[in-house]
């Protein structure tokens, strides 16, 4: 990775990947209080279409059928987010997908998944994630008591009664298993969620997500989340059945050198770059940094005027990439820094100083490597392998 110093501009020249996270709506019919979309201070959504439209895909398609060749791109990954995706009628969801993947399809290995909260999920819906490939995720928290803690709808009531419901049809009728995200709570029970997870809900693919805070805004216990990390491998390993959970899996790839998608895919690697589209068709950097100060003042560069070769090389987007893509100076006599790359950029982030941080969840993850490396090294895998990639 880069260092805090760098600053050369992001060339992208061995781009191969292109992810996209389309906002095809900009509504949600719940108010989780943690929502970096809605409830972080971040109000451009009022000005944007509800949902979007039909001509706005059309020309994002032309737009990134046009990249692909230029680019000589050999994949891109369209999640499908909002707000809820849900929302909008399964007619233009059903045509959005087909405008997707009729033109994208032929010209680079496409793929596409739908982020949602399940709670609107009825088989004409499984019916359309059917018909066009769509990996669906759902964001549950775990137990009710942990997803009513933070995700409730508009009216302060719980929404986990939907959402299990959502995700039981999808795990009966989807072609392929449902996966499920979950925010991590300082002060969750890591045990009872997994086993609500694994043995309640029979889910087998997982992710835990950080809470999108920074050093503007956390005054939590790092180690904390970093405990829940490592009672959450303890259990995995010890399974009687393979699970997945992404954010381990993640680590543990990077470790073994197959990739470094640990806070976002590819974000050290210049063969991937990832995008955001807008319901009305703006296009700009990672929008997870929209919780941070530095997100204020980015105006999304509009699809009608400008190409997404363009775009790229605006010079507010290539301070985005450049952050993403540079490690802290406070990191540099770190050992996990190739593997951490100081943790996912919004959580780096202070207004005094810009990125120039650790992540804000550096104790905690800290000792949640040290607890895998330990584990794996005691379960007689060769030092010299695990520690390749260890600076
Ligand atoms: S369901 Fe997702 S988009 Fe809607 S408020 Fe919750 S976190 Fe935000
Ligand atoms: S563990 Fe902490 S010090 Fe090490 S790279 Fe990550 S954020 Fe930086």
């Not at 949902?51 to 895909?57: E, L, R, W």
């Amino acid at each position: 990775m880069l260092t805090a110093t760098d600053r050369r501009a992001v060339s992208f020249r061995k781009l191969r990947t292109l992810e996209v996270v389309l906002k095809v709506t900009e509504r949600c019919n719940l108010d989780c209080d943690y929502c970096y979309f809605f409830n972080a201070g971040d109000d451009s959504y009022k000005n944007h279409a509800a949902f979007i439209s039909k001509d706005t895909v059309a020309l994002l398609v032309r737009r990134l059928t046009e990249f692909s060749k230029e680019r000589k791109l050999e994949r891109i990954a369209i999640h499908l987010h909002g707000g809820e995706p849900l929302l909008m009628s399964k007619a233009q969801l059903d045509s959005i997908c087909d405008e997707i993947r009729s033109n994208l399809a032929p010209v680079v290995d496409l793929s596409i998944t739908i982020q949602t909260n399940g709670m609107l999920i009825d088989l004409e819906w499984i019916e359309v994630f059917n018909r066009h490939g769509v990996a669906v995720g759902i964001s549950l928290d775990g137990t009710q008591e942990d997803n009513d803690a933070h995700r409730l709808d508009h009216r302060g009531r719980s929404s986990y009664q939907a959402t299990v419901r959502g995700l039981e049809l999808c795990q009966r009728h989807l072609s392929q298993p449902p996966g499920v995200l979950a925010v991590i709570a300082e002060n969750s029970d890591p045990k009872a969620i997994y086993e609500h997870f694994r043995h309640d809900l029979g889910l087998g693919r997982l992710d835990f997500l950080l809470p999108d805070l920074n050093h503007d805004n956390f005054d939590g216990d790092a180690e904390a989340y970093g405990e829940f990390l490592v009672q959450i491998f303890d259990m995995m390993v010890n399974d009687e059945e393979p699970v997945s959970v992404r954010i381990i899996d993640h680590f543990l790839a990077s470790i073994y050198g197959y990739g470094n998608f640990l806070f976002g895919a590819g974000r050290g690697d210049p063969e991937y770059l990832l995008i955001t589209v807008s319901s009305d068709g703006g296009v700009g950097p990672d929008d997870t940094l929209r919780s941070t100060k530095f997100w204020s003042g980015y105006e999304y560069r509009d699809l009608r005027s400008y190409r997404i070769e363009e775009i790229i090389h605006d010079p507010l987007f290539q301070e985005f990439e450049l952050a993403k893509k540079t490690t802290a100076s406070a990191c540099s006599g770190c050992c996990w820094r190739n593997v951490c790359g100081s943790g996912q950029p919004v959580h780096r982030y202070a207004t005094r100083n810009g990125f120039d941080n650790p992540t804000v969840y550096c104790k905690g993850l800290d000792g949640f490597y040290t607890h895998v490396l330990r584990y794996l090294a005691l379960h007689g895998e060769p030092l010299e392998k695990i520690s390749a990639n260890l600076v």
